[in-house]
């Protein structure tokens, strides 16, 4: 993502009106910074929360590096793909609130989005075990908040 041809082609987004899903995994959210940096302009969401390794309750360097890219503005996060990182056969739902509440405070509500990651989550759990994940966890926030986190962000962010 630091590789001048790269740069280049993100560097044309804007002009277009596109934005910009960042799929990466947990050792690469690090440089995450450093790419964003370059382009205060452009719309980024990070896709699957940098897919942390739940199956292994890895927290502490993730959230860290999770804090620091959310404090650019033009940064999104998208909470998908979280049951394809657990234990695909033994996953509890309270597997995923420490990765949620780490994404819902670094964040807040109004730059976060929900995705299933279906078909992939398949392998890990059905469509409505993985809404179910996140509805158990967003009741307690208001109608609002809700509607935002379920269809409103991802309205905004991708100008739709």
Same mark, same amino acid.
Request: no cysteine.
């Given at each position: 993502m630091l590789r001048p041809a790269f740069l280049n082609g993100i560097s044309l987004l804007k002009k277009y009106g596109y934005t910009y899903d960042i799929l990466i995994l947990p050792d690469q959210l690090k440089y995450t /910074? %450093?790419?964003v940096i370059q382009f205060p302009d452009q719309r980024f969401v990070i896709d699957h929360i940098a897919k942390p390794n739940i199956k292994q309750q890895e927290l502490k360097d993730w %959230?860290?590096?999770i804090k620091a890219i959310a404090a650019f503005e033009n940064v999104y996060c998208k909470v998908s793909g979280m049951v394809t990182e657990a234990d695909w056969e033994h996953w #509890?739902? /309270?597997d995923f609130n420490n990765y949620l509440e780490v994404v819902t405070n670094s964040f807040g509500t109004n730059r976060l989005m929900y995705g299933s990651d279906w078909p992939v989550c398949k392998v890990a759990a059905d469509? *409505? #075990?993985v809404v179910n994940i996140v509805k158990d966890y967003f009741s307690a926030? *208001?109608?609002?908040e809700q509607q935002a986190f379920f269809g409103g962000n991802a309205t905004e962010f991708y100008n739709i």
């Open positions: /910074a %450093e790419f %959230e860290k590096d #509890q739902p /309270a469509y *409505g #075990q926030f *208001g109608q609002t």
